[in-house]
């Protein structure tokens, strides 16, 4: 199970998508970090909106 997260990056200064997968199962507090790159435009629409 994967889950994939938008936010903003105080570090590199822009929107990041991320995809990140429990340490955990069930699922927890702790997670691993698969991948991130820039937020596209429609990950951007998205979090701005809030879903």
Do not use: C, H, I
Not at 7 to 35: I, M, N, Q
Request: charged share 20%; aromatic share 12%.
């Amino acid at each position: 199970m994967t889950v994939k997260v938008t936010g903003y990056s105080e570090s590199a200064g822009f929107l990041v998508t991320a995809v990140v997968a429990p340490k955990d199962s069930p699922p927890r507090t702790s997670w691993w970090g698969a991948s991130a790159w820039k937020a596209n435009t429609k990950d951007m629409e998205q979090y701005r909106e809030g879903g």
